[in-house]
């Protein structure tokens, strides 16, 4: 079982854009499911993160501009991203932690272009 992103894409600043990302298989025990990003360069970093009471946190550099959401029953996670900066571009990668582990995806590249 792995995660599948879907959703990124080329878009200029101030635009917005949603991601999405989904299990292609059943995962159980879900503690909390969250969206990574890594631009060239640099190391792998957290943006958004839910949990299973449906408790949210994000970095100051998103607050405000991304929103995570989950679907419990598909558990499906989205996040929805507006007023996008050139400094937002990086591949976008989904992770679930679960017990006993986690589950990663293999990314999906957003290109904010100024």
């Known amino acids: 079982v792995h995660m599948v992103e879907s959703g990124g894409g080329l878009v200029q600043a101030g635009e917005s854009l949603r991601l999405s990302c989904a299990a292609n298989?059943?995962?159980?025990?879900?503690?909390?499911m969250g969206w990574y990003r890594q631009a060239p360069g640099n190391q792998r970093e957290l943006v958004a993160a839910?949990?299973?009471?449906?408790?949210?946190n994000y970095p100051d550099s998103v607050k405000g501009r991304f929103t995570i959401s989950r679907d419990n029953v598909k558990n499906v996670v989205y996040l929805q991203m507006s007023s996008l900066k050139p400094e937002d571009t990086g591949v976008y990668y989904c992770?679930?932690?679960?017990?006993?582990?986690?589950?990663w995806g293999k990314g999906t590249l957003v290109t904010v272009s100024s």
């Open positions: 992770r679930t932690s679960a017990y006993p582990r986690d589950y």
């Open positions: 298989g059943t995962i159980s025990n879900i503690n909390a």
């Open positions: 839910i949990r299973g009471d449906g408790s949210t």
